[in-house]
């Protein structure tokens, strides 16, 4: 097991007061608990504002948890400070929807790569050189590019610019926020190759999110579906997608556009199949929590 995350919470403030006087705030992850074995794709799914940035960035910490208990190799990291983090930055990357804003436009594509190299500093620098070398060719960029600008590339050649520099302090564990989001959709399938790709060399474990659940379902071994800051349902892939018992994961299948993908739509998803005795579905979120309702298959429900 990679990561635990046990009742994590993590509460924006709104700037705004409550009328009993408290401060007022967004809960954005709201007691949420699931793990990440090692070399797996988790998957995270969900409609806009539903907490999956927020989760994946405090899993790294990125965020501070409001509450709530984070494990990476079975350490406890939520109370790190900045400085007691840092050794651990290396092992936890992530990669963003748009690499364009975050490569610096005046740095060269060699110098991308190398900078968080040079920014840990524990490598001697014919050896930095030789891992950027490396990545570019793993990460399908030509090694003229090496001194060209991101301004000089397309989308999909910017997105692989991005994951070669997340990938080049050899991290253990990978956030993927939306990282194929924003490509045109043959652009898309190349960078998921990619990404799967290098998962195997590099021996990776990804969370990947996306709200779209074709693009889920391609890179994902088990999906979790969110809702306004809670996990509602959890489980292997094919499980899932054919059969989904909370109802919240059914409206979001229901809404795949109807495109042969993956095979996905000419097998037959069962809307039907009802939860195992012991359990319902309830209104009431305060009765409801993460229950395994069959090995390996989680449901936000109620247990009686
Ligand atoms: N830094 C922040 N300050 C205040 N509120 C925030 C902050 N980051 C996120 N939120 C709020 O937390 C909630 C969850 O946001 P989050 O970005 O995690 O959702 P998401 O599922 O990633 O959405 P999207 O699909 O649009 O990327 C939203 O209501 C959002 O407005
Ligand atoms: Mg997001």
């Known amino acids: 097991m990679l990561f635990e995350v046990n009742h994590v919470c993590k509460y924006f403030p709104t700037g705004g007061n409550t009328l009993s006087g408290s401060k007022e705030v967004v809960k954005a992850v709201d007691d949420v608990s699931f793990v990440v074995y090692e070399g797996e794709t988790l998957g995270i799914v969900g409609e806009s504002g539903s907490g999956k940035t927020t989760i994946g960035r405090t899993m790294i910490r990125l965020n501070d948890p409001t509450s709530g208990e984070i494990l990476f190799e079975g350490r406890p990291i939520q109370d790190l400070t900045r400085k007691q983090m840092r050794p651990l930055r290396k092992e936890m990357q992530i ?67 991005g994951i ?15 990282a194929v989001s924003a490509l045109d959709v043959s652009i898309q399938s190349q960078i998921m190759n990619l ?36 996990v509602v349902e959890l489980a292997d892939r094919e499980e899932l997608y054919f059969h989904p018992l909370h109802p919240y994961t059914k409206l979001l299948l229901r809404s795949i556009p109807n495109v042969e993908h993956e095979g996905i739509k000419e097998r037959h998803v069962d809307y039907h199949v009802p939860l ?20 390996g298959h989680f449901v936000f429900c109620k247990k009686l």
Request: contains cysteine.
């Open 195 to 230: 990404l799967i790709y290098l998962q195997e060399v590099e021996n990776l474990t990804y969370v990947f999110i996306s709200h779209n659940l074709n693009v889920v379902y391609h890179m994902s071994d088990r999906i979790m579906v969110m809702y306004h800051g809670k």
């Open 276 to 295: 195992p005795d012991g359990y319902v579905l309830d209104d009431d979120q305060k009765a409801c929590a993460l229950h395994e309702v069959k090995p």
């Open 95 to 161: 990669i963003f929807q748009d690499p364009y804003s975050s490569l610096d436009p005046r740095m060269t594509v060699g110098q991308l790569i190398q900078e968080p190299l040079d920014i840990q500093g524990d490598l001697p620098l014919e050896e930095r050189k030789a891992r950027v070398h490396y990545f570019m060719e793993i990460c399908g960029l030509e090694p003229h590019y090496i001194n060209r600008y991101p301004h000089e590339f397309s989308g999909g050649q910017r997105q692989r610019i």
């Open 164 to 178: 070669a520099r997340s990938l080049a302090l050899r991290p253990k564990f990978v956030v993927c926020d939306e």
